[in-house]
């Protein structure tokens, strides 16, 4: 892993100019340093279970909104065609991001106060020639995954 400099307008890797393209996926708060505050996330928490029965939900992910605690179930076995007589689950259970020591971010939380804090650290990146932002984190943004890989072969066409 390289380390990242960005000051005077000059992209550093591992102390040295770099000017080649360089794609950040990571929280884009961080990495400015926090200068204009930390943006607020959500985290998810997950809890696994292995069940004796043959089939729990029938598919690979069921979403659920308000009536559950939970936002999401992964029955592993259909995502790997697995067969037998036990399956496992995974809960996923949605809270703040509070803690960077202990937690992973996942989730921008989106509403208009927080889209202006991030433009302050957009422009910031802006200001990186060959710096692009991409992703969940960098672009504070929620992304379905067919979108996000739309976006990542739009990015690299504009590299090439």
């Avoid at 080649?20 to 930390?38: K, M, N, S, W």
């Avoid at 029965?53 to 029938?58: E, L, T, V």
């Avoid at 996923?92 to 302050?120: C, F, H, V, W």
Wanted: proline share 4%; charged share 25%; hydrophobic share 35%.
């Amino acid at each position: 892993l390289k380390r990242l400099d960005l000051s005077e307008g000059r992209i550093c890797l591992d102390g040295a100019e770099f000017s080649g393209p360089v794609i950040y996926t990571g929280q884009a708060d961080e990495l400015f340093a926090f200068r204009f505050g930390p943006l607020p996330y959500r985290t998810l928490d997950f809890r696994f279970e292995t069940l004796a029965q043959d089939d729990f939900q029938g598919c690979g992910t069921v979403n659920y909104t308000v009536d559950e605690d939970y936002t999401r179930i992964t029955e592993f076995k259909w995502l790997t065609e697995q067969t037998g007589d036990k399956t496992t689950i995974m809960r996923e259970y949605s809270r703040a991001y509070e803690d960077p020591a202990t937690q992973i971010p996942y989730y921008a939380i989106i509403n208009a106060g927080n889209n202006a804090l991030y433009a302050k650290y957009r422009a910031e990146a802006d200001r990186y020639p060959n710096f692009h932002l991409l992703g969940r984190l960098a672009e504070y943004k929620y992304y379905n995954m067919d979108a996000i890989a739309a976006r990542a072969l739009e990015l690299a066409g504009l590299l090439t």
